[in-house]
């Protein structure tokens, strides 16, 4: 099943918006539905731009499969940007300039390598899509001409499991869902539960460096994977002999985060964990954001560490977005305070030890245990909140969401500066707005932070967000944050992303990429600008 093409997931799985959210939409912010209906897919005509000697050169590339190689308008709209709001923004006006002039459909490491040559021989871009989640502008290319998109979605299998090693070799077209269950056939679990995680797929993790929610125990992507195999228009690149090695720097740093400018994840060797008895959800409350986040910070870094930690500060705890599938029953303000949720995985007894010992932190320093069912809803409904930003999108209100991530000395300061700035901008613009957030990932040494930020969206919402945007990005790099922490860089953050890596940091990626992509076209102008 594909992804709805003008907003998230499932279109079965829209929910109407409660009327206290309604209410509060349109009282506090001004919000008003301005009663454009979006454009229907059936109603967008593209043009022909791929030219026949290259369409039969690709055709050649992938076993001359008439459905490998698709031209349609559909299939090309299906494929044009992600999932950000003013990716969807633009699609539901019709903006489809940033369509793919063919959607290319391999199943094998070696078509990849095929489609590349064919790509370099006739000019053609090429942007790598798994499943089309990206927020970030990252399948976009910024170049002219026609390019092609490369759907990874054959490459689906489980090509080995080693129980001994407790390791996984998959492709990167296996959504998570479907890896999930391959590995649970065998007893084991990846452990990767992003808020994408119904539809990204395996590539796409690695591609971006994402971050699970259950990142506190299970670690982040990147710290599960043990080797990856990289096409790229050159040759393949193949990483990860060993799980460590001092053999020289480790290339599977660098094709993680690449965002398919260097070439195709075509494999992906993944650490994998038996499948856990015990699954616990629990919520503690806080007196103040401040007074959570120390809290979070002594069990980071003392322990015992939960499998899932979060905190959610006082707007996004009062509007009950910790818990997406309750939001709007806060609002009558009994629940004052900020909600921490804590999950814990494992074998019955390690469940309950850590449990025990981290109640014990919670208390003593200020929390009050709220019961196992605000833990539980999050739980339930922790993947819903990408269809709350559609439904919120369908009232007339601006949503959109941001994250960064700093040491523990830097995140109140940084915090402030980012909620500030994105108050100031849009307030000062006439559309005061709602500013939400929470801690999603912890580390002994910080911590991530996630804001939701919620408006009237304006006379121009894609400019109206976009200013505000760089305000926030502005206050990140000043408070001393990374520009992203798992969302990636894609090209909306890639300006910023050349100033936090520095002129010769940047200089030596261009120089990888001239190795690996030297006629520039792999995914052009994201994560380094276009030549």
């Known amino acids: 099943m594909d992804m709805l093409w003008n907003g998230w997931g499932d279109p079965a799985r829209a929910t109407p918006l409660p009327d206290t959210v309604t209410g509060l939409l349109r009282d506090l912010l001004g919000v008003e539905e301005n009663g454009a209906a979006p454009v229907r897919l059936a109603e967008i005509d593209l043009p022909d731009v791929l030219d026949e000697p290259a369409r039969r050169a690709l055709l050649a590339a992938v076993g001359d499969r008439a459905d490998r190689v698709r031209t349609d308008a559909e299939s090309r709209v299906r494929h044009t940007r992600g999932k950000s709001t003013p990716d969807l923004l633009r699609m539901r006006s019709g903006d489809v300039r940033d369509t793919p002039a063919a959607v290319v459909l391999p199943d094998s490491h070696e078509q990849v390598l095929a489609v590349l040559r064919t790509c370099a021989d006739n000019g053609l871009a090429l942007v790598p899509f798994g499943g089309g989640t990206s927020v970030v502008g990252g399948l976009a290319p910024a170049r002219p ?11 689906n299998r489980l090509l080995d499991l080693d129980p001994v090693s407790r390791t996984a070799t998959l492709q990167p077209g296996l959504r998570a869902p479907e890896a999930e269950a391959l590995l649970a056939e065998h007893g084991y679990t990846l452990g990767h539960f992003p808020q994408s995680y119904e539809w990204a797929t395996l590539g796409g993790f690695a591609a971006t460096r994402s971050s699970g929610q259950a990142s506190a125990g299970y670690g982040r992507f990147d710290d599960m994977v043990l080797g990856l195999t990289l096409a790229t228009p050159e040759g393949t690149l193949d990483t990860g002999r060993a799980p460590r090695s001092a053999a020289g720097p480790d290339l599977r740093q660098l094709v993680l985060g690449s965002e398919g400018a260097f070439g195709v994840i075509t494999s992906v060797t993944v650490r994998i ?58 609002l009558a303000g009994t629940n004052a ?63 959109e969401t941001l994250e960064t991530a700093a040491y523990w000395s830097r995140i109140p300061g940084l915090y402030t500066a980012v909620r500030d700035a994105l108050t100031a901008t849009l307030t000062e613009a006439g559309t005061p707005p709602l500013v939400m957030c929470h801690i999603s990932h912890v580390y002994e040494n ?64 261009r120089a990888v990429k001239r190795t690996l992509d030297p006629a520039g076209l792999l995914n052009p102008g994201v994560l380094l600008p276009g030549d």
Do not use: M
Not at 277 to 295: K, L, P, Q, T
Not at 475 to 487: C, D, E
């Open 145 to 155: 001409g026609p390019f092609v998109a490369l759907d990874l979605r054959h490459l």
């Open 273 to 330: 964990r038996p499948v856990p008895d015990v699954r616990r959800y629990e919520g503690w409350r806080f007196a103040s954001f401040d007074e959570g986040a120390a809290a979070l910070r002594r069990l980071a870094q003392d322990g015992p560490r939960p499998t899932v930690l979060r905190l959610s500060d006082e707007t996004e705890t009062l509007i009950g977005l910790a818990q997406p599938d309750a939001i709007g029953t806060s």
């Open 446 to 509: 910080g911590a991530s932070l996630y804001f939701t930020v919620v408006s009237a969206q304006g006379d121009d919402a894609v400019a109206h967000w976009t200013r505000a945007k760089h305000a926030a990005n502005e206050a990140i790099l000043a408070a001393g944050g990374t520009i992203t922490h798992h969302h990636a860089v894609g090209t909306d953050h890639r300006d910023w992303y050349l100033r936090e890596a520095g002129p010769l940091g940047i200089e030596a990626l």
């Open 337 to 399: 305070g900020c909600l921490a949720i804590a999950g814990f995985e494992g074998t019955e007894r390690d469940t309950a030890h850590r449990r025990e010992e981290a109640a014990a932190v919670l208390a003593g320093c200020g929390g009050t245990f709220a019961g196992d069912e605000p833990g539980e809803r999050w739980a339930h409904g922790r993947y819903s909140a990408p269809y709350l930003r559609d439904s919120l999108l369908d009232a007339g209100a601006l949503a």
